[in-house]
């Protein structure tokens, strides 16, 4: 099931809509970019290294004859950068319909962001956390809109402690990637939540076990990576259920959802859990200077 791969079969072109895409630069969401500027899209490639995203514009230019492939700085392990982001941002566009928090950090040592948060939450969790607070309003305004969350199936070990939330009273890396992932899940439920009636909808996915630049902090998943590469999907496959929920019609009704292989899926029982969902809300706004509300 992990390993199996759905297909996005939608067929919705995307003149004249706006999206954002996390991490654009490579992976996943290289591929997820490259298909919604091929459907039209104006797409910005939010992303740390800014020259690297630059080289993969003028890749998604020249493929698909979409001029309107932008590159802007993002980097999601400080705040300044992810306020910097969307003040530009909204200073610049109209509107957003589509926004992809696809970027992250898996397994990396023990390290802290600019803001002293633990990495893995501090990226995968309050980074995209703090960009979708700031850009919601352009969401709603540009309703119909979607926001689409990469979690992983990893969620299942993980566990959210209030406690040890950035990690400096117990730590270990993989189960910290975890932790993140099953905040992306609360997160996108509690959002729905909040959303409802809004006219904005939002999805959390497990996009598979993809061949991608994630796994580069740990020798062991190289190697496994590499043992099992004929297992280990592409990364145009491992996009195909963030496509999938961000395109295709009548998904309204699933707002909240989890998706994998473009299909409902499963989650934990701690990733259902709304008291931990609305009290990791609250942190989150608490830790990044939000109101509470």
Same mark, same amino acid.
């Given at each position: 099931?992990? &390993?199996?791969?759905?297909?996005?079969?939608?067929?919705?072109?995307?003149?004249?809509?706006?999206?954002?895409?996390?991490?654009?630069?490579?992976?996943?969401?290289?591929?997820? $970019?490259?298909?919604?500027?091929?459907?039209?899209?104006?797409?910005?490639?939010?992303?740390?290294?800014?020259?690297?995203?630059?080289?993969?514009?003028?890749?998604?230019?020249? *493929?698909?004859?979409?001029?309107?492939?932008? !590159?802007?700085? &993002?980097?999601?392990?400080?705040?300044?950068?992810?306020?910097?982001?969307?003040?530009?941002?909204?200073?610049?566009?109209?509107?957003?319909?589509?926004?992809?928090?696809?970027?992250?950090? *898996? *397994?990396?040592?023990?390290?802290?962001?600019?803001?002293?948060?633990?990495?893995? *939450?501090?990226?995968?969790?309050?980074?995209?956390?703090?960009?979708?607070?700031?850009?919601?309003?352009?969401?709603?305004?540009?309703? #119909?809109?979607?926001? !689409?969350?990469?979690?992983?199936?990893?969620?299942?070990?993980?566990?959210? =402690?209030?406690?040890?939330?950035?990690?400096?009273?117990?730590?270990?890396?993989?189960?910290?990637?975890? =932790?993140?992932?099953?905040?992306?899940?609360?997160?996108?439920?509690?959002? $729905?939540?909040?959303?409802?009636?809004?006219?904005?909808?939002?999805?959390?996915?497990? #996009?598979?076990?993809?061949?991608?630049? &994630?796994?580069? =902090?740990?020798?062991?998943?190289?190697?496994?990576?590499?043992?099992?590469?004929?297992?280990?999907?592409?990364?145009?496959?491992?996009?195909?259920?963030?496509?999938?929920?961000?395109?295709?019609?009548?998904?309204?009704?699933?707002?909240?959802?989890?998706?994998?292989?473009?299909?409902? $899926?499963? !989650?934990?029982?701690?990733?259902?859990?709304?008291?931990?969902?609305?009290?990791?809300?609250?942190?989150?706004?608490? &830790?990044?200077?939000?109101?509470?509300?």
């Amino acid at each position: 099931k992990m &390993l199996s791969s759905g297909v996005c079969t939608s067929t919705v072109q995307l003149p004249g809509k706006v999206a954002v895409v996390t991490g654009a630069n490579s992976g996943i969401g290289k591929e997820t $970019a490259k298909e919604l500027a091929q459907r039209g899209a104006r797409v910005y490639l939010a992303c740390r290294d800014v020259q690297k995203g630059e080289l993969v514009a003028r890749e998604i230019q020249t *493929m698909t004859g979409n001029q309107q492939v932008l !590159v802007r700085k &993002l980097d999601l392990s400080d705040t300044k950068s992810v306020r910097a982001f969307a003040k530009d941002f909204l200073a610049e566009e109209k509107h957003l319909h589509i926004l992809i928090n696809n970027a992250g950090v *898996m *397994m990396c040592p023990f390290s802290k962001t600019a803001d002293g948060f633990e990495m893995h *939450m501090g990226v995968n969790h309050l980074g995209h956390f703090l960009l979708t607070h700031l850009l919601l309003e352009k969401l709603k305004e540009s309703a #119909p809109s979607r926001i !689409v969350n990469v979690s992983s199936l990893a969620h299942h070990l993980g566990r959210i =402690h209030f406690h040890n939330l950035q990690g400096e009273k117990f730590y270990n890396a993989s189960l910290a990637y975890c =932790h993140s992932k099953l905040a992306n899940i609360l997160f996108t439920k509690e959002l $729905a939540r909040r959303l409802k009636g809004s006219g904005v909808t939002t999805y959390s996915v497990h #996009p598979g076990t993809v061949q991608s630049e &994630l796994v580069r =902090h740990s020798s062991f998943m190289r190697w496994m990576w590499r043992l099992f590469s004929f297992f280990i999907k592409t990364p145009q496959q491992g996009a195909q259920t963030s496509l999938y929920c961000a395109l295709t019609e009548g998904l309204e009704i699933l707002s909240g959802s989890h998706f994998s292989d473009c299909h409902v $899926a499963w !989650v934990s029982a701690q990733a259902r859990n709304e008291t931990i969902a609305r009290r990791l809300w609250d942190v989150s706004c608490d &830790l990044l200077g939000l109101p509470v509300d």
